[in-house]
């Protein structure tokens, strides 16, 4: 590399696109050892170092997996029409989303116990998150307690994910737990009244909860300590969280309890249909997200993105809607956007990052995401992620076929 080179290089990461200018700079000898910059592929280099089990775990979805597939095909199906020569020398990736301002319309999606696949777990997660300047959610089911995680990030942004259980003492101290240290909304999931029938996880025998992993926010929480003997081993604690957790009975109108237990902005997680979404924000949620689980719970639900456009229709264009499930480049989320999310959620990708090189890795992931997002919204003629609309999207096929319907605004 020359001089000049090295120093553009070493100006550090001021936009997406850099990335893209920094590896060609460098050359093949910089790229040597690297990560793919190809997302899609990141999973099988995943499975290559990952024991079958936790891959399993990982990667794998409900049933027959036919979710998932409909996840991605609900992507495929969307073509983009790019739009020339509109002097798009500047793109603002940001958006304001709850009252926080994000660099750009990614969040880090809750994914439990992820010590299973790296030694730092959510640790090294909320460092790569806090480097892109992105929201990590935190799940309830996480490897390190949530106080640790916060203390960890600094003043990179965090929410936190409940899973509400069954006994309201433990919920109301987790979400107080949450706000206390620096969480700036709480994510409620909705989709998991019962665990996913997964073929592969009940092949392997492997839940990463029922072996200790992913149980911190229970084991440092004084309401879940309490119920247990002072001298409590590891299967005691095991035993009294399979007891707690899991709400098959918890009904909408339970949601103003959650009101009286902090004052964060709830964002309802998992809902599909737009009487579910009119129903979370008639019971005070400040927002929704789009989402299937990436596939994990229900076989054969709906594909996240074909629901978006009539979720975002039905509550209209002030509440926060997102969408996860599926997203795996940077055009996923251009698309997304186009037909009425705020924001997307990214799981597996960046947990492979993750298994791959730790905060690295997951710094990696999303810097390639953002790159390619702001390529994309280059080569679409958008200056701003914000008004990505449905008029860059056709349906697969020949010209003048269907278009998205359009949407009520965001
Ligand atoms: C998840 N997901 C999840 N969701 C949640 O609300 N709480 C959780 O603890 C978990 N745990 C979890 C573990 C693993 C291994 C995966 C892959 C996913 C779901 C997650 O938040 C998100 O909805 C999906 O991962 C999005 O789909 P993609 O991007 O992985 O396709």
Same mark, same amino acid.
């Given at each position: 590399m020359t001089e000049h080179a090295r120093t553009a290089v070493q100006a550090g990461p001021t936009s997406p696109s850099d990335l893209v200018r920094e590896i060609y700079l460098a050359g093949p000898e910089g790229r040597k050892g690297q990560l793919t910059t190809d997302l899609t592929a990141l999973e099988d280099a995943a499975r290559q170092v990952l024991p079958p089990e936790v891959f399993g775990f990982v990667a794998g979805g409900s049933g027959t997996g036919a979710t998932g597939r409909a996840n991605r095909d609900a992507f495929d199906q969307w073509r983009l029409l790019p739009r020339m020569l509109r002097g798009c020398t500047r793109r603002d990736l940001t958006v304001d989303l709850l009252g926080q301002s994000l660099p750009a319309p990614v969040l880090l999606a809750?994914?439990?116990?992820?010590?299973?696949?790296?030694?730092?777990?959510?640790i090294a997660t909320v460092q790569g998150a806090a480097d892109a300047g992105l929201p990590f959610v935190l799940s309830s089911y996480s490897s390190h307690s949530l106080e640790e995680v916060a203390a960890a990030a600094g003043p990179?942004?965090?929410?936190?994910?409940?899973?509400?259980?069954?006994?309201?003492?433990?919920? @109301?101290?987790?979400? /107080? /737990?949450?706000?206390?240290s620096g969480y700036t909304a709480l994510v409620l999931t909705v989709d998991n009244p019962s665990v996913g029938y997964r073929p592969a996880d009940l092949d392997h025998g492997y839940l990463p909860l029922v072996r200790g992993t992913g149980l911190a926010n229970y084991t440092s929480d004084p309401v879940f300590r309490a119920a247990l003997p002072p001298d409590a081993g590891p299967d005691a604690v095991v035993r009294h969280w399979a007891q707690v957790n899991g709400n098959p009975s918890l009904v909408w109108d339970r949601l103003s309890r959650l009101r009286e237990w902090t004052g964060l902005p709830v964002v309802v997680k998992g809902v599909l249909r737009p009487d579910d979404a009119l129903l979370a924000?008639?019971?005070?949620?400040?927002?929704?997200?789009?989402?299937?689980?990436?596939?994990?719970?229900?076989?054969?639900?709906?594909?996240? !993105?074909?629901? !978006?456009?009539?979720? /975002?229709? @039905? $509550?209209?264009?002030?509440?926060?809607?997102?969408?996860?499930?599926?997203?795996r480049?940077?055009?996923? $989320? @251009?698309?997304?956007?186009?037909?009425?999310?705020?924001?997307?959620?990214?799981? /597996?990708? #960046? !947990? #492979?990052?993750?298994?791959l090189d730790g905060r690295a890795g997951v710094r990696h992931v999303l810097r390639c995401l953002l790159a390619e997002l702001d390529a994309a919204l280059t080569q679409l003629?958008?200056?701003?992620?914000?008004?990505?609309?449905?008029?860059?999207?056709v349906a697969a096929g020949p010209l003048g076929g269907p278009r998205p319907t359009v949407r009520q605004g965001r």
């Open positions: 809750p994914i439990s116990a992820q010590t299973s696949v790296h030694s730092e777990g959510e990179g942004p965090r929410w936190f994910q409940l899973y509400w259980p069954s006994d309201d003492e433990l919920a @109301a101290s987790l979400v /107080r /737990r949450a706000e206390a924000v008639a019971n005070g949620a400040d927002g929704v997200i789009v989402s299937n689980h990436g596939g994990r719970q229900l076989d054969g639900a709906a594909a996240s !993105l074909d629901c !978006l456009p009539a979720v /975002r229709a @039905a $509550v209209g264009g002030s509440v926060p809607v997102l969408l996860d499930s599926g997203v480049t940077g055009t996923d $989320v @251009a698309k997304a956007l186009a037909l009425g999310a705020d924001a997307v959620l990214l799981g /597996r990708p #960046y !947990l #492979y990052g993750l298994t003629g958008c200056a701003s992620a914000r008004s990505l609309g449905p008029e860059i999207l």
